[in-house]
T-cell receptor, first 113, second 109 residues
């Protein structure tokens, strides 16, 4: 069964450092997403990406965040200057279309110290 | 603002029991998803539905659009069903999912 692959599975970074979280969505999917889950809280939407541009973003997705699909297979989330409150599990997901289900990756646990 | 509420928050059952998890939401939606999250954190999609009922193995999901309510049922529960079950909705004209807080299910042998 096709999978969404996320790397790394766990990243520890110093406050103020830049991090890039990587995702390889399912190859024929068209919609890509990033969600995050702070420990003990609900999963929250960050951003959706379609046709090489952001289609929707939440209030969390401020100027410190950016997404890119650099080579047609990878989908990355960059946090420019990490804060302690960015510590969370970050999930990538992809979907074949608006009326299709999601496939989630296994997540990247980001710890900012 | 769309709110997604699940009940119960925690549920302990004996193996073999029939389990029901409920989800209510406050605005019009185009689809509702039921997801499963295991202790390692990974999320698996169980169902996406916009009307009626879907069944997969021992899992059944129903939705009542008029009442803004969905249920996930597990028949003949098993310890391997122990996980957090999450309801998430996609509002009309949007593409993002809004998540409920999850129901933590433990099935004892």
């Amino acid at each position: 069964e096709p999978e969404v692959t996320q790397t790394p599975s766990h990243q520890v970074t110093q406050m103020g450092q830049e991090v890039i979280l990587r995702c390889v969505p399912i190859s024929n999917h068209l919609y890509f997403y990033w969600y995050r889950q702070i420990l003990g809280q609900k999963v929250e939407f960050l951003v959706s990406f379609y046709n090489n541009e952001i289609s929707e973003k939440s209030e969390i997705f401020d100027d410190q965040f950016s997404v890119e699909r650099p080579d047609g297979s990878n989908f990355t989330l960059k946090i420019r200057s990490t804060k302690l409150e960015d510590s969370a599990m970050y999930f990538c997901a992809s979907s074949a279309g608006y009326n299709y289900g999601y496939t989630f990756g296994s997540g990247t646990r980001l710890t900012v110290v | 603002k769309n709110e997604v509420e699940q009940s119960p928050q925690n549920l302990t059952a004996q193996e073999g029991e029939f389990i029901t998890i409920n989800c209510s939401y406050s605005v019009g939606i185009s689809a509702l998803h039921w997801l499963q999250q295991h202790p390692g954190g990974g999320i698996v999609s169980l169902f996406m539905l916009s009307s009626g009922k879907k069944k997969h193995g021992r899992l059944i999901a129903t939705i009542n659009i008029q009442e803004k309510h969905s249920s996930l049922h597990i028949t003949a529960s098993h310890p391997r069903d122990s996980a957090v079950y999450i309801c998430a909705v996609r509002v009309n004209a949007g593409n993002m999912l809004t998540f409920g807080g999850g129901t933590r299910l433990m099935v004892k042998p």
